[in-house]
């Protein structure tokens, strides 16, 4: 597997190139959950991950980011490291520039995680159609 600082350069915030958000089409991961890589010992840890991304709340929105589908990419490996690419409802979204901060924290704060980088990207734009059936009721369009 590729070196985690390789694939998402620290300081990295904008994703320019897209190299890590997959297509729309992006098949989901067999665990579970955004779409990613982990080898088959990482899998409890890539849960625990997307555990704790369930208590991240959009503060525009009563959803998480998992429900709302703006993680695009997990990336677990074996050390420990996790690497996500995700977006935001929108680009002037108010907290584009402190809300990748806590998810880094939040996951962080994992057991067995030993490094953590968010990368905000923009392409695909996001859009309702990424929203769980769960995220749909949390939010009145159901």
Known sequence: ????????PLGAATGEGGEVAPTPAAPPHPGGGPPGTCAPACEPLRQRVIAALHTVH???LPADLVELGLVYRLDVEAGGQVAIAMTLTAPGCPVAQTFPGEVEQTVRQVAGVTEAKVTLVWDPPWGP???SQVAR???GML
Request: net charge neutral; no cysteine.
């Open 137 to 139: 009721l949390q939010v």
């Open 58 to 60: 959009d503060p525009e």
């Open 129 to 131: 159609d990424r929203m």
């Open 1 to 8: 597997m590729e070196p985690l600082r390789r694939r998402f």
